[in-house]
């Protein structure tokens, strides 16, 4: 190491003045993370001329204890424990400006199960430290010790599953369009013909609160007309996420208690009312038996882009701990942002119950979930039976498929649609299960399928030629290369 | 109408060599798979009859095909489905759950409503079938 990436002794350390933070002891290269330490990966993009270590350890002691000079008070701390510590910078393969900070936080820094205390000091000021050009939290490793701290989701795959009696396949669901506009007669109708016709579940969008068209208590009312009609007429459970979005918590409370009183299975609720709102929907979720849905509404604003922001990875280990349910991590073949590879690194981390590290998918540490209950995957935005082969290949049996044009727009009505749907994806795990190659021969399993259902012949007529092709913003950094022996 | 619970229902009746098959996949997986039959349809009645325990240990899923046939000569008239429960950690429940027989005639169910305060409607869900004493719903 040079001397001037050394550690000071104390009374060099603190000497009024400004010190370079490698210097304050926010550089610790010998350092070797304890298990019970929170470690934080950063992907930083220091200024023109700032040295990277430097960087990482301003990074270190922003989300920590640090401020810009030095501090006698520091001394009547145990400031050596409470110091967050950088402890490797690597270089990023595919752009030399970028640098990897790795950085160990001890436990105590974190208050228990507040996700609004971890995220207050690791996305907290330091995110606007003016010596970095760009700071992206690219991933985290949470200690057991932390996560047993958390209630985790308030359902889980397993309990969702066994309340709904659907075993064995991806779950269905539509998200009813237009997303804004419909009277809440109107609104029940789509529910009903979606479910009747094979939907498990049916959708409020992430912007369906309560407006001058339809009242709240207008939608639930009608929702639930419409979910029991199409559980009488097919003998199965169905639901309809009644989305509780409100601007109180005391409201969202009311509006949970109502779609309790109603007898619904599930509620939803969007990202952007905070964490802190998050926890507590579901805390209210788990002691009221209801499934959690959480629409991940305004994180392409901080997730998409490469360099800056919080990597929606990072935001699925939290929700995790938050404890939803259900939470949209992508379709890979439909309308939005996904590359395939990062992904499938989202939907390890809601479902497994140990992430081991996969730098191909874009997960940098082992994690241990505790037995924490798994959080079921959402696929939403532009797919279609087409691509059901895909889907299922992709991104597996846990996770709900949400066609909501693929539904509403088919050509013979909403019921249709959803039975086109329903028969192409029972089709599918059908081949999958007899040791058919699915993927290869998808195509082929559908239009077999289609012999004996209309409506999927016409849907895969209508949509055939249907994909969103384009490069993806956020494709891991590491690529497996194939060894030659 | 047609009850369409289980992994398979929207798909035209399964043959035995179908459900063999599918069978033969589930213990491939190392579940155990197991044959329940009932003449109570309800989308909640979670425990139907079964028909022994789950076969633990059963490496061959024409076992559980002639399981099922000697179940349909005495329930033939019922639902049957099979059942695949996973014991793994973290799992400890049904992976698969398919309907591989069904009442020639399925007269489906009624739905009550029970109109409360607040425009609230309380619901019911009851079979037609289930009007009658059990054993004898389904002729």
Redo the contacts between chains.
Sequence with gaps: MPDGDKKLDAKARYSAGVLEYKKMGYWEPDYSPKDTDVIALFRITPQDGVDPIEAAAAVAGESSTATWTVVWTDRLTACEKYRAKAYRVDPTPNNPNEYFAYIAYELDLFEPGSIANLTASIIGNVFGFKPLKALRLEDMRLPVAYVKTFQGPATGIVVERERLNCYGRPLLGATVKPKLGLSGRNYGRVVYEALKGGLDFTKDDENINSQPFMHWRDRFLYCMEAVNRASAATGEVKGTYLNVTAGTMEEMYKRAEFAKELGSVIIMIDLVIGYTAIQSMAKWARDNDMILHLHRAGHGTYTRQKTHGVSFRVIAKWMRLAGVDHIHAGTVVGKLEGDPATTKGYYDICREEQNSVSLETGVFFDQDWASLNKVMPVASGGIHAGQMHQLIHYLGEDVVLQFGGGTIGHPQGIAAGATANRVALEAMVYARNAGRDYLAEGPTILAEAAKTCTPLREALDIWKDVTFDYASTDAPDFVPTTSVS | ?R???G??????DFTDQ?IH??VQ?CIDNGWAVSIEYTDD????N?YWEMWGHPMFDNPDAAAVVYELNECRKVYGSYYIRII?FDSS??????????IVNRPAEEP????SRTEVKG?????S?T?YSSDKPQGSRYK
């Design positions: 109408m009850v369409t619970q992994t398979f229902s929207f798909l035209p179908q098959e599918q996949y349809p309800h989308p909640r979670t695949a950690p973290g799992w400890e429940s049904i992976r698969l759950s398919f489906g169910f009624k739905l425009r609230n409607i309380q619901y869900i079979p």
